[in-house]
T-cell receptor
Framework: GAVVSQHPSRVICKSGTSVKIECRSL??????MFWYRQFPKQSLMLMAT?????????EQGVEKDKFLINHASLTLSTLTVTSAHPEDSSFYIC????????????FGQGTRLTVV | KQEVTQIPAALSVPEGENLVLNCSFT??????LQWFRQDPGKGLTSLLL?????REQTSGRLNASLDKSSGRSTLYIAASQPGDSATYLC????????????FGIGTKLQVIP
């Protein structure tokens, strides 16, 4: 299957700083990528849909000014958590679609963010 | 709004036992259903993907079934091993081209040597 690489796998940052997470499709071009968040003992929840060359579409309740998404190329989307707070500590995971709307999406390995 | 429920939330079995994990969903208009494995602090590993037109998929000791009309899927693990210990997630993708996948909360499996 297609490979999606996410970096870093773990990050610890101080409260008030910003953190950038990268999601790369290694062997295919991804016009659409998705960002999910998972809090402890909860299911993965979609945060936003990232489309190459256009603005991301955010799910209800997700602050677009706090979670900045950039999808500048067909193989890279980034999620920046701005002015991070301890409540932003979570597991963030991305997925990338190989083609059109009915093609399969593949998941990255996730990023464990801890804000201290 | 699609809701995905996984039962049981946790399961502990002795090594060698066969087991079944359950997943139910409320909206049968799905494109596919996927089972994942998640190890502690790590990402998702795709196990099996069942398209809406399929009844089951098999990979090694794993077999996943899908009954779309009743909104149910099961993941059968044969001859369980300690290395199977992980959280198993069920995810449903809707039909109609919209990509929002809904995940269940998972079943945490522990296989005791």
């Amino acid at each position: 299957g297609a490979v999606v690489s996410q970096h870093p796998s773990r990050v610890i940052c101080k409260s008030g700083t910003s953190v950038k997470i990268e999601c790369r499709s290694l062997d295919f071009q991804a016009t659409t990528m998705f960002w999910y968040r998972q809090f402890p003992k909860q299911s993965l929840m979609l945060m936003a849909t990232s489309n190459e060359g256009s603005k991301a579409t955010y799910e209800q309740g997700v602050e677009k000014d706090k979670f900045l998404i950039n999808h500048a190329s067909l193989t890279l989307s980034t999620l920046t958590v701005t002015s991070a707070h301890p409540e932003d500590s979570s597991f963030y995971i991305c997925s990338a679609r190989t083609g059109g709307p009915n093609t399969e999406a593949f998941f990255g390995q996730g990023t464990r963010l801890t804000v201290v | 709004k699609q809701e995905v429920t996984q039962i049981p939330a946790a399961l502990s079995v002795p090594e060698g036992e066969n087991l079944v994990l359950n997943c139910s969903f409320t909206d049968s208009a799905i494109y596919n259903l996927q089972w994942f494995r998640q190890d502690p602090g790590k990402g998702l590993t795709s196990l099996l993907l069942i398209q809406s037109s399929q009844r089951e998929q098999t990979s090694g000791r794993l077999n996943a079934s899908l009954d779309k009309s009743s909104g149910r899927s099961t993941l059968y693990i044969a001859a369980s091993q300690p290395g199977d210990s992980a959280t198993y997630l069920c995810a449903v993708r809707p039909s109609g081209g919209y990509q929002k996948v809904t995940f269940g909360i998972g079943t945490k499996l522990q296989v005791i040597p």
